[in-house]
């Protein structure tokens, strides 16, 4: 089925390790978002990719980086993990080529860093 | 600048009552609007979406929006609930910045009594 896979689906991370969440999709998308969720917060955007190659800051990037190498694959990478870095993670991909185009989700990551 | 409110965190509805769940945007350009579900410890899956074509929106699941200018709202109904319609709802507009990323609001928990 094609669509966006996420890993792992939950980890628990001791602070200052550091983490990489993976993101790979299958449907040729450009665009690659990756989302944390907060209770009370709704989705915040860490980082995004336009296009294969190009990456861009959202609202809450501190502590967190991303790379696009290729179009399928956007690792999320926490280089030393913080306790405010709890979290569920999501990544998403969309066409941007048509505004009216939705967003596709993955199953997400729930990360516990402690 | 793009944002939606969501008024209401948490809504409760008996079942086969209307569900009402509403949305306001602010945008300085026709925007693009997007319902999304998310059920218990799974990602986020569309409802509905408006593109311009028509203002009534009909999505799955028996979900239809209306989108109305003159208000700035894009509210969620649904005429009968059912218990599995009982989880988070997010409403999101199309930013036309930052990759075309989703801006959503914070959710709001929809639980349904027997």
């Known amino acids: 089925i094609a669509g966006i896979t996420q890993a792992p689906t939950s980890q628990i991370l001791a602070a200052g390790r550091r983490m990489t969440l993976r993101c790979t999709q299958d449907m040729r998308h450009n665009a690659m978002y990756w989302y944390r969720q907060d209770l009370g917060l709704g989705l915040r955007l860490i980082h995004y990719s336009n296009t294969a190659g190009t990456t861009g800051k959202g609202e809450v990037p501190d502590g967190y980086s991303v790379s696009r190498a290729n179009t399928d694959d956007f690792p999320l990478t926490l280089a030393s993990a913080v306790p405010s870095q709890t979290s569920v993670y999501f990544c998403?991909?969309?066409?941007?080529?048509?505004?009216?185009?939705?967003?596709?989700f993955g199953q997400g990551t729930r990360l516990t860093v402690v | 600048a793009q944002s939606v409110t969501q008024l209401g965190s948490h809504v409760s509805v008996s079942e086969g009552a209307l569900v009402l769940l509403r949305c306001n945007y602010s945008?300085?350009?026709?925007?693009?609007l997007f319902w999304y579900v998310q059920y218990p410890n799974q990602g986020l899956q569309l409802l509905l979406k408006?593109?311009?074509?028509?203002?009534l929106v009909k999505g799955i699941n028996g979900f239809e929006a209306e989108f109305k200018k003159s208000e700035t709202s894009f509210h969620l109904t649904k005429p009968s609930a059912h218990m599995s319609d009982a989880a988070e709802y997010f409403c999101a507009v199309r930013s036309y910045n930052q990759g075309g990323k989703l801006i959503f609001g914070q959710g709001t928990e929809l639980s349904v009594k027997p």
């Open positions: 945008s300085s350009v026709p925007p693009y």
């Open positions: 408006y593109t311009s074509a028509a203002t």
């Open positions: 998403a991909s969309s066409d941007t080529g048509d505004g009216a185009t939705e967003a596709f």
